[in-house]
């Protein structure tokens, strides 16, 4: 099995702030991941796959990185909406996802 | 745009079978997606629990496979969840979601909260 961990578990922020967030996977998933935004009471919500392709309709200060191991989600100018919590997910052999990463204010 | 919703018990007794149905609307389930089923225990992170496609052919979580089982029905666009032998750890909110072929999964129903308790 595949596992993902996410970090930070929390993490504390202000609006207009740059934030990253980093994925690992326990062995290469090559660049088959996607991330994933989930607000308090809602369905998660699709934001990138493929390591780095944005889904259509995401701002543009999302950005995804990385390949094999290791991997990043940043957010450039976090807005007031962006308080939420993130999870990354492998789909190289079944799926798998990370633990999730709360950001929340500051 | 698809748009997906589960039906089924919100409360199942312990030892018992946990049912769920989800409807597909706005699109087809026999297009070339794979159909998922995702869970979330109460303030905790998310669970692959399995999925199919309108073939039928399924894919599911080692950790569940001895207990799950997941079929389509074609003709009226909806796929289930079969969650046997429940205790109360499978106590979540439950989720369809449409997979897309290479593995991410791109739309996903409202969930539905499933609590086993006598």
């Known amino acids: 099995d595949i596992q993902m961990t996410q970090s930070p578990s929390t993490l504390s922020a202000s609006v207009g702030d740059r934030v990253t967030i980093t994925c690992r996977a326990s062995q290469s998933i090559s660049s088959w991941l996607a991330w994933y935004q989930q607000k308090p009471g809602k369905a998660p919500k699709f934001l990138i796959y493929r390591a780095s392709i944005l889904e259509s309709g995401v701002p543009s200060r999302f950005s995804g990185s990385g390949s094999g191991t290791e991997f990043t989600l940043t957010i450039s100018s976090l807005q007031p909406d962006d308080f939420a919590t993130y999870y990354c997910q492998q789909y190289k052999s079944y799926k798998t996802f990370g633990q999730g990463t709360k950001v929340e204010i500051k | 745009q698809v748009q997906l919703q589960e039906s089924g018990p919100g409360l199942v007794k312990p030892s018992g079978t946990l049912s769920l149905t989800c409807g597909v609307s706005?699109?087809?389930?026999?297009?070339?997606?794979?159909w998922s089923w995702v869970r979330q225990p109460p303030g905790k992170g998310l669970e692959w629990i399995g999925e199919i496609n309108h073939s039928g052919t399924t894919n599911y979580n080692p950790s569940l496979m001895s207990r799950v089982t997941i079929s389509v029905d074609k003709s009226n666009d909806q796929f289930s969840l079969q969650l046997r032998s429940v205790t109360a750890a499978d106590t979540a909110v439950y989720y369809c979601?449409?997979?897309?072929?290479?593995?991410?999964?791109?739309?996903w129903g409202r969930g539905t909260l499933v609590i086993v308790s006598s």
């Open positions: 706005g699109g087809s389930i026999s297009s070339d997606n794979w």
């Open positions: 979601v449409r997979g897309i072929l290479e593995g991410f999964l791109d739309s």
